[in-house]
C-alpha cells in the first residue's frame, strides 16, 4: 500500500463549479502536506502548504488537513478552464522525503 | 517562491550515450536537492537525494552506477544518465527544499527521448 493514496481521475466540472479534490495517507508521523498543480509536460508548481491539521485559504484556493482520519483536501471556487492540470498531494514528517499521491487529472470545462 | 531551473527542458539521444542535466537553484542556496522521475500517467518517483560536498543517496532499485549526481556547488546539482536506452525516457524533475526545509519548490522538467 502506497502511503498516499489518490484518486487518479479524471474529474471533468463545469466552469464556475466547486472542485473538490482529495487524498488519504497512512503515516501517522505525517506533519507537512502540500498540493501541488502540474500541467503536462511541466515541473509541480507549489500551491498549497499546511502543517498538521486545520485549513488554509489562498484565493479560490482551500486545502484542509483533518489528521484524525488521515484526509487531505483541496478545494477549488468558481473553478476557471485554466485550472485544468493534474493536482498532486504530498505528505511528509520533514519538507524532504515527499510522498506523492498518483494525481488527479481536472477538466474544467467552458 | 523560490525559483528552480533545469537545463536543458528537453533531450533526444542516441542509445548508449550519456546524458547530463542540470538543476539550478536561481535565488537561494540548496545544500539538497532530489532528483525525481515520471513516466506519462504517473506520479513522481523519488530517485535520488542529492547533497552537497559528500555522496547522493539512492533510492532502492535506483542504479548508481547509471545515474550519476553531482552536486558540485549549494546552487547546482547535476544528474548524468550513462549509457542511455530507451527505457530510460522519462521526465526527470528536480527540486530543492525551501528555505525552512520543510516543503520542496520544483523545477520545470527535462524530458529526456532516447532512440
Known amino acids: 500500500q502506497k502511503e498516499v493514496e489518490q484518486d487518479p481521475g479524471p474529474l471533468s466540472v463545469p466552469e464556475g463549479a466547486i472542485v473538490s479534490l482529495n487524498c488519504t495517507y497512512s503515516?501517522?508521523?505525517?506533519?507537512?502536506f502540500m498540493w501541488y498543480r502540474q500541467y503536462s509536460r511541466k515541473g509541480p508548481e507549489l500551491l498549497m502548504y499546511?502543517?498538521?491539521?486545520g485549513n488554509k485559504e489562498d484565493g479560490r484556493f482551500t486545502a484542509q488537513v483533518d489528521k484524525s482520519s488521515k484526509y487531505i483536501s483541496l478545494f477549488i471556487r468558481d473553478s476557471q478552464p485554466s485550472d485544468s492540470a493534474t493536482y498532486l498531494c504530498?505528505?511528509?514528517?520533514?519538507?524532504?522525503?515527499?510522498?506523492f499521491g498518483k494525481g488527479t487529472s481536472l477538466l474544467v470545462t467552458p | 517562491g523560490a525559483v528552480v531551473s533545469q537545463h536543458p527542458s528537453r533531450v533526444i539521444c542516441k542509445s548508449g550515450t550519456s546524458v547530463k542535466i542540470e538543476c539550478r537553484s536561481l535565488?537561494?542556496?540548496?545544500?539538497?536537492m532530489f532528483w525525481y522521475r515520471q513516466f506519462p500517467k504517473q506520479s513522481l518517483m523519488l530517485m535520488a537525494t542529492?547533497?552537497?560536498?559528500?555522496?547522493?543517496?539512492?533510492e532502492q532499485g535506483v542504479e548508481k552506477d547509471k545515474f550519476l549526481i553531482n552536486h558540485a556547488s549549494l546552487t547546482l546539482s547535476t544528474l548524468t544518465v550513462t549509457s542511455a536506452h530507451p527505457e530510460d525516457s522519462s521526465f526527470y524533475i528536480c527540486?530543492?527544499?525551501?528555505?525552512?526545509?520543510?516543503?520542496?519548490?520544483f523545477g520545470p522538467g527535462t524530458r529526456l527521448t532516447v532512440l
Open positions: 527540486s530543492a527544499p525551501s528555505g525552512t526545509g520543510d516543503t520542496q519548490y
Open positions: 503515516n501517522s508521523a505525517f506533519q507537512y
Open positions: 499546511t502543517y498538521s491539521s
Open positions: 504530498a505528505a511528509s514528517n520533514s519538507g524532504y522525503a515527499l510522498n
Open positions: 535565488d537561494f542556496q540548496a545544500t539538497t
Open positions: 542529492s547533497n552537497e560536498g559528500s555522496k547522493a543517496t539512492y
